[in-house]
Nanobody, 125 residues
Framework: QVQLVESGGGLVQAGGSLRLSCVAS????????MGWFRQAPGKEREFVAT????????DYADSVKGRFTVSRDNAKNTVYLQMNSLKPEDTGVYFC??????????????????WGQGTQVTVSS
């Protein structure tokens, strides 16, 4: 099983940017679809973005489309989430997740078998 560790979270003002990283160990992620999810206080965890193993396709939640960009560097076993034009409603714990690549991309938590511990993102107004 692949182990995932997120970093890059922090406190930022609305309109600012952050770049999250997710470093994998234990296995190469070169054949894994990688996803980002987030959980706001008092809310359920929700899908943010996902990227195929070869970085050809990506998928985003409507709430972040046009502001967030997911990318990956398989040589570094790392996935990134660039977050621009941040809003207070983007506040939450951001989780990285992995699943073996399948023909269709996933958005459900249950589709991902490996998870990181999360990194806190706080956007002040």
């Amino acid at each position: 099983q692949v182990q995932l560790v997120e970093s890059g979270g922090g406190l930022v003002q609305a309109g600012g940017s952050l770049r999250l990283s997710c470093v994998a160990s234990g296995r190469t992620i070169s054949r894994y679809e990688m996803g980002w999810f987030r959980q706001a206080p008092g809310k359920e965890r929700e899908f943010v973005a996902t990227i195929t193993w070869d970085a050809i396709d990506s998928d985003y939640a409507d709430s972040v489309k046009g502001r967030f960009t997911v990318s990956r560097d398989n040589a570094k076993n790392t996935v990134y989430l660039q977050m621009n034009s941040l809003k207070p409603e983007d506040t939450g714990v951001y989780f990285c997740a992995a699943r073996w690549q399948r023909p269709s991309m996933a958005r459900r938590e249950a589709d991902f078998g490996s998870w990181g511990q999360g990194t806190q993102v706080t956007v002040s107004s």
